[in-house]
């Protein structure tokens, strides 16, 4: 059996809002407790409005205001052996997040990822930018880049197009890809087939399938569509 990469244990959230000059606090996650294991694909399921995106988020340590952890321990554990405390960095260290965590060991891909792109630059430069995070240089970014859209199955012609001369279901799997290029142990993808047609959404699923395939890592992905998660 494949050991556990990702735990969390009673975790708490809240949504802390002003109204009529009274503070409000509005429960969104209420002492969840999961066990994520290596290679496996974990549907969260719930209607629109449930907490499921703020689950996640919180899992993921990408907490902002108003939104506050109140109590829990999530643990990741990576390939490396080395084990991160979640929430501790998420409240006092975000910098280690986003420097050793995100994009390398979990990465996250939103409601609406195609809106993350932008419309004024090329794709192969998203690419490029996401390599120079590591120091890798131009003409090495883009052979990495080229044989990671090959693996998954991408057309590499969509390197050289902007945003908006794709289609919607291309350039959600054009953000999955940018999102798992440094093979992480865990990827987030909250409702990743929505305002999808049923073609698209199927090449959607397939890819995320052929994601876990390919890196043997662990695809967590939210949806209040049951057909969805039966499908991947």
């Known amino acids: 059996m494949n050991a556990v990469i990702l735990k969390a244990e009673n975790v708490k959230a809240q949504y802390i809002v002003e109204y009529n000059k009274t503070e409000l606090h509005v429960d969104a996650v209420s002492n969840v407790s999961i066990e994520v294991y290596g290679n496996e694909i974990l549907g969260i399921a719930g209607e629109s409005g449930c907490g499921k995106s703020t689950f996640i988020r919180v899992l993921y340590g990408y907490v902002t205001p108003p939104l506050r952890i109140l109590n ?7 390939r490396e052996g080395k084990k991160y405390d979640i929430i501790s960095l998420a409240t006092k260290r975000a910098g280690i997040l986003s420097r050793e965590i995100w994009w390398r060991h979990m990465s996250y891909v939103p409601q609406a990822a195609q809106d993350v792109l932008n419309p004024t630059t090329r794709i192969k430069s998203h690419f490029v930018e996401t390599f120079k995070k590591l120091g890798i240089e131009e003409e090495e970014a883009l052979r990495k880049t080229k044989e990671h859209l090959s693996s998954l199955g991408l057309p590499l012609d969509v390197l050289d197009a902007y945003p908006h001369q794709l289609s919607g279901g291309m350039r959600q799997r054009v953000v999955i890809a940018l999102a798992t290029v440094f093979m992480p142990e865990v990827v987030f993808a909250d409702e990743p087939t929505s305002a999808l047609d049923v073609v698209s959404q199927k090449a959607v699923l397939r890819m ?25």
Do not use: F, P, Q, W
């Open 72 to 78: 829990g321990r999530i643990t990741l554990h990576t």
């Open 208 to 232: 995320l399938r052929r994601l876990r395939e390919e890196y043997k890592n662990s695809v967590i992905i939210v949806s209040h569509d049951m057909d969805v998660l039966g499908v991947v």
